[in-house]
């Protein structure tokens, strides 16, 4: 399976609270959650991308967030998100969850460079990465992802965890595709292409 990362990100680069929901940070609760604001072309292309995933990898901190209001809600019908979490093999990165609450999910505890290869191993279209920026984080920096796809919205939300440190490795990338909605969130397809070639000085 193709590894792919989905993630919502601000113009400054921000990731946490994108939604609605409150979230918690070193300094408490984030106020500035819910500034991803879907129109409905993104929404559609969120859907469609979910209905790609065979499988979903999470962090503990994202898995939780999505249990919490996925996985309790009732099929509503006409959501390709839900029927995708809802039915697709779900595998969590963490060394302290030991009692998902949530149907047909596995703990990934153990060598996670070594089941995550695995996974990726299996016939298939996507393993599907949401959220969890601490796990993108040790994915690309292990090598693992094959695929990024950036939903940036038009906002600088000015604090908050973001998708990239401020140090860390450096990656070339392929546009693979591109595309703006009418509200001005863009959404590119980036395919990591080695290191970045820098100017001689």
Excluded: C
């Amino acid at each position: 399976m193709k590894l792919t990362t989905i993630t919502q990100v601000s113009v400054d680069g921000v990731m946490q609270g994108p939604g609605a929901l409150l979230e918690q940070d070193e300094h408490g609760v984030f106020e500035r959650s819910g500034w991803a604001h879907f129109d409905n072309e993104a929404g559609t292309v969120m859907d469609e991308i979910f209905q790609r995933a065979d499988a979903f990898v999470f962090g503990r901190r994202t898995y939780e967030a999505f249990a919490g209001t996925w996985g309790t809600w009732d099929d509503p019908g006409d959501s390709p998100i839900w029927t995708a979490l809802d039915t697709k093999p779900k595998y969590v990165a963490s060394r302290t969850l030991t009692d998902p609450r949530w149907s047909n999910t596995t703990v990934l505890s153990g060598d996670l460079m070594t089941a995550v290869s695995e996974l990726q191993a299996k016939p298939g279209g996507e393993l599907q990465v949401h959220g969890s920026g601490a796990l993108i984080r040790w994915l690309l920096d292990s090598h693992l992802v094959d695929e990024i796809t950036l939903f940036t919205f038009p906002v600088v939300v000015g604090r908050g965890r973001r998708l990239f440190p401020d140090s860390g490795p450096d990656t070339a990338l392929d546009l693979v595709e591109s595309r703006a909605t009418s509200t001005g969130i863009t959404i590119q397809v980036y395919r990591l292409a080695g290191r970045p070639e820098y100017a001689s000085r």
